[in-house]
Nanobody
Framework: VQLQASGGGLVQPGGSLRLSCVAS????????ILWYRQPPGQQREFVAH???????DYANSVKGRFAISRDNAENTVYLQMSSLKTDDTAVYYC???????????WGQGTLVTVSS
């Protein structure tokens, strides 16, 4: 099983980025998918979640600015991030959890730096 996250980089406050996480080795459509982030020197925290059925929810800190989506045909989950703030600086990780069995896997993380 591999989860390959990409799309991170340096962006100015107010800017946008789209993260991607491509999965291989799993039946992607059977998994709930989450994005987490770990700011420098802090604990990993929940960002967004999309179920196998397509329902979504978000951390209050990103609600209205971030959007999670999935493309089951491409085994890919996206995190569209807009109106970025310096507090959004973190390593972002994707996490998949089988919606019945609970088996889960983590991606390697992609760094997002929001700075002027």
């Amino acid at each position: 099983v591999q989860l390959q996250a990409s799309g991170g980089g340096l962006v100015q406050p107010g800017g946008s980025l789209r993260l991607s996480c491509v999965a291989s080795g799993i039946q992607f459509s059977m998994y709930n998918i989450l994005w987490y982030r770990q700011p420098p020197g802090q604990q990993r925290e929940f960002v967004a979640h999309i179920t196998s059925g397509g329902s979504t929810d978000y951390a209050n800190s990103v609600k209205g600015r971030f959007a999670i989506s999935r493309d089951n045909a491409e085994n890919t989950v996206y995190l569209q991030m807009s109106s970025l703030k310096t507090d959004d600086t973190a390593v972002y990780y994707c996490n998949v959890i089988h919606h019945i069995e609970g088996t889960q896997y983590w991606g390697q993380g992609t760094l997002v730096t929001v700075s002027s």
